[in-house]
């Protein structure tokens, strides 16, 4: 790893002292314990120095984050070409660049241990598929925004293109905006339609076009301004949509419904449940509190229930296997889950019902 960095500070412009940013090319790879820079740091970076053979596997283990490259056939890697340009500080984070075909799946930043963002670009040149977690894929052609959100896993492909983005924190957009994020279909859609997002998208490209030649002091400012008015267009684009918030009385009832459709996925939580139902955080626990119980408690009963139906109901099932299919991949949290709720190990109880179906 320490040699693929070296290599990789060879192959750009690394252009931060220890002062700006601890962190450095021929350290080891970045990751969110190590820190953001102080002030703005530019970097640019291409894969043309490389071997023709090491090129990909340099760039997708050392510069994707929160994105995990599929790996590709030899003749592919051998071909692959990138560069880079970015433009980075706390909180927000700008970049151009180009890259050969390349697929992968998103991660989620706790998963990446990076930070909760959410991105924001313009395709240049060529094509992006985006298909997030619980929602419709989208596609992004020349000149059409697209988004990624490394809160949830997702799968990402694009053709040779180039793109532009800003990054900004997604606490901050949840904040601005005042509802959950709209699913990434409904995003680009509004930010298309409003001239607010028409300027937003031309204001990107600019920045980005002009970074490498920004002072300190300039870059400082161009950020700042630039993250300001992507949060005001993302507020301004999604005011026009209508609210999505079912009935209090009706709350209860259609996230049960959603949780039980999602039961077998491990990482289902609150988080993706506030996503389908379209409604804020405050409005869906206040419900399940009224309710005497909480999203978590829920979560996990009906995984229980199901776990119990799978027991009884086919008894030469693996107990892994159950644990599988109700949203447990770890068979030891799932043991404890059940003994909690059940008073019973998934054996026992499975065992208690063989009798009494036999008495």
Known sequence: MGQEWHRAKAAGLWSWSPDQWAW????VRWSLELGMPKTPVFFDVSTDPFPAEDRYEMWRNLLYYSFEGDPLPPEAARAFCARTQCLITDPVQLLHYRSSAVSGRGLPADKAKDRETYTLGVVIAGERRYEQEGARPVVSRAGEFFVFDNRWHSRVEWSDHSAVQISVPRADLEQRIGRTIPEPAEMMRVLEEARIG???KGQIQLAARHMADTQ?????FLLVQLMQLALFACETATATLPARTPPRRDLLSAARSIIEQNIGRSGFDARALLTQLGCSRATLYRAFAEAGTSVSDMITQLRIDRAKMLLEGAPDMPVNIVAARCGWY?????ARAFRRQAGLSPSEFRERARIAGNA
């Open 24 to 27: 450095t090319a021929d350290n």
């Open 198 to 200: 028409q300027v937003l």
């Open 216 to 220: 300190d002091q300039e870059r400082e």
């Open 330 to 334: 770890d068979g030891a949290s799932f």
